[in-house]
C-alpha cells in the first residue's frame, strides 16, 4: 500500500517505541495472505553497508576539553568516512549553550537531513532540540539528554548507574572473602547527574556485600590535576583500605600520582570511562589499577550509524521492527587484565 511520504516521515520521527516495547507498525487490512505469512523474506529495509540513499548529517557537540568528548568527535568523524553516502557537517564544539544553539541553528538552516546533538547542556538545549524536529529534521541525541523526549527522535549514551553498579560488583567479588572490608570513592562532579547516578550504582551494588563497608568519598572535577589533589586528601585521611573506585580515567591519571607518591600498594582501584592508559596500565599489572568499567565513546560511532538509517528510512540489522528504536543504553563492561586485549582498541587516548 502507497503511504503518504510527509506522514511516514513524521511518525519516523516522532515514533516513541523503546527497545523493550517493540516499534509499532501499521498497515493495510486484507484477506490476502502476507509475504510473511506465505514463507517469503522480510520486506523491511534494513541498513547496512552497502551505499544507499545520499544522508547529510550535522553534528554538534561541546568543545573537546577531556579526553573521552575528543574520543566522541574522532569516533564521529571516522564512522562518518566509512560511508560514501553520508556527508557530515560538524560544529566547533562549544561549552557555551549560547553558542551551542547558534550552531546548531545554523544546521537547521542549512536543512540537513539529520542532526546528532551531543548538548553540553541537555535542558539549556531542549528548545532547539523541538526547533530541529518541528521542521522535519529527525535529532539522534547523544548522550547527555535533552529535557523532554520531543526534542529527539533517538536518544543513545551510556549507563552511568551502570558503571557504579559493575565498578561495585566488581570489587565486592574481588573482596568478599574478607571481614571488616573498607572502600573509597573518588567521585567526580558533584553538581553532575551522572556522578549521583555513578555513586548510587556504587552504594546499591556494595548492599550486596554485608563484609564491606564505604568508608570515605570525595569529589574531583575529572582534571588530572583535581584526581592527584582529592586522592592525596583521600590517602592522608585514610591509612587503610581495600579498594577504591574512581569515577573517571582522566581524574585518575592523578589519583595514581598521589597514591605513588604516597608509597601505598595495599588496596586495588577501579577507573571509570575506559581510557587507552588505563587498559595499558591494567595489562602490564604493575598497579593498584587492576580495572576499570567503560562508559563507551564509540556510542559517537553508533550515533551516526543511527542518523544514516533514519535518513535513509531504514532499521536495525537483528531486530524485528522496521525502525530503529526511540532510546539505546549502552552496557558499561568491566575491563580486566582476562579481558583488555579485547577493549583496548575501544579506548580513548
Known sequence: ??????????????????????????????????????????????ADDKPGKAVTIGFA???????????????????????SDVTMVTTEGSNDT??????????IN??????????????ALTQVGLKAMRAGIPVVNLDR????????????????????????????????????????????????????????????ALKNYPNIKKVARQAADFTVES?????????????????????????????LRAIDQAGRDDFL?????????AMRAIKAGNSVLKATVLYPPTMAASAIDLA??????????????MEIPSSLTLYSAVVTKDNVDQYLPTGFV
Request: aromatic content about 6%; hydrophobic content about 40%.
Open 227 to 255: 584526581g592527584q589533589a582529592k586522592m592525596a586528601q583521600l590517602l592522608q585521611a585514610q591509612p587503610k583500605f581495600d579498594a577504591l573506585w574512581n569515577h573517571d580515567d582522566d581524574q585518575g591519571v592523578g589519583a
Open 145 to 204: 539528554v535533552f529535557a523532554s523526549p520531543q526534542a529527539y527522535r533517538c536518544w543513545i549514551g551510556g549507563d552511568n548507574y551502570g558503571m557504579g553498579l559493575n565498578a561495585g560488583h566488581y570489587i565486592g567479588e574481588q573482596l568478599k572473602g574478607k571481614s571488616g572490608a573498607k572502600v573509597v570513592e573518588l567521585a567526580g562532579l558533584d553538581n553532575l547527574e551522572l556522578t549521583k547516578e555513578r555513586t548510587r550504582g556504587f552504594d546499591d
Open 308 to 321: 544514516r538509517a533514519l535518513g535513509q528510512g531504514k532499521g536495525i540489522g537483528g531486530m524485528a521492527e
Open 269 to 277: 582501584m577501579v577507573g571509570g570511562a575506559g581510557a587507552k592508559a
Open 1 to 46: 500500500m502507497a503511504g503518504n511520504p510527509a506522514t511516514s516521515r513524521r511518525a519516523l520521527m516522532f515514533g516513541t517505541a523503546a527497545v523493550s516495547a517493540g516499534a509499532l507498525l501499521t498497515g493495510c487490512t486484507s484477506n490476502e495472505p502476507s509475504k510473511k505469512e506465505k514463507g517469503a523474506p522480510d520486506s523491511a529495509p534494513i
Open 98 to 107: 549560547a553558542q551551542q544553539i547558534g550552531q546548531i541553528q545554523t544546521l
Open 61 to 83: 557537540g561541546p568543545q573537546a576539553d577531556h579526553g573521552w568528548l575528543n574520543a566522541i568527535n574522532q569516533n564521529a568523524k571516522s564512522r562518518a568516512k566509512k560511508y
Open 110 to 123: 542549512k536543512k540537513v537531513d539529520v542532526l546528532v546533538i551531543l548538548p553540553a547542556d541537555g535542558k
